[in-house]
């Protein structure tokens, strides 16, 4: 299977910008898209953001025209822009990546996460 490792994550304040990154590793085959996931305290995890090996895009309601994830194929990378942040956005982010995975001179497809990187925004 494969190996997801977040960074990036940390304290700021309100208004400010923060870069996730996270790296794929292992016997990867190929990536059909990696995304972004959040979870707060008390509430369910939710869709920050998704990207597919053609490049298209989508944003929770929440996030939108303030993040912006991009992908670089080459090095098995997502990464996730966090501009305006707010303390609302404060959670544990997770990445997730829909993939196949060689193993053994097998292949299946694998929904792989990590282990999450802190965000915290105060006000």
């Known amino acids: 299977q494969g190996q997801l490792v977040e960074s990036g994550g940390g304290l700021v304040q309100a208004g400010g910008s923060l870069r996730l990154s996270c790296a794929a590793s292992g016997n990867i085959k190929s990536i059909n898209a990696m995304g972004w996931y959040r979870q707060a305290p008390g509430k369910q995890r939710e869709l920050v953001a998704t990207i597919n090996s053609g490049g298209t895009t989508n944003y929770g309601d929440s996030v939108k025209g303030r993040f912006t994830i991009s992908r670089d194929n080459a090095k098995n990378t997502v990464y996730l822009q966090m501009n305006s942040l707010k303390p609302e956005d404060t959670a544990v982010y997770y990445c997730?990546?829909?993939?196949?995975?060689?193993?053994?001179?097998?292949?299946?497809?694998?929904?792989?996460w990590g282990q999450g990187t802190q965000v915290t925004v105060s006000s």
């Open positions: 997730n990546a829909d993939l196949i995975v060689v193993r053994l001179g097998g292949q299946r497809r694998a929904i792989d």
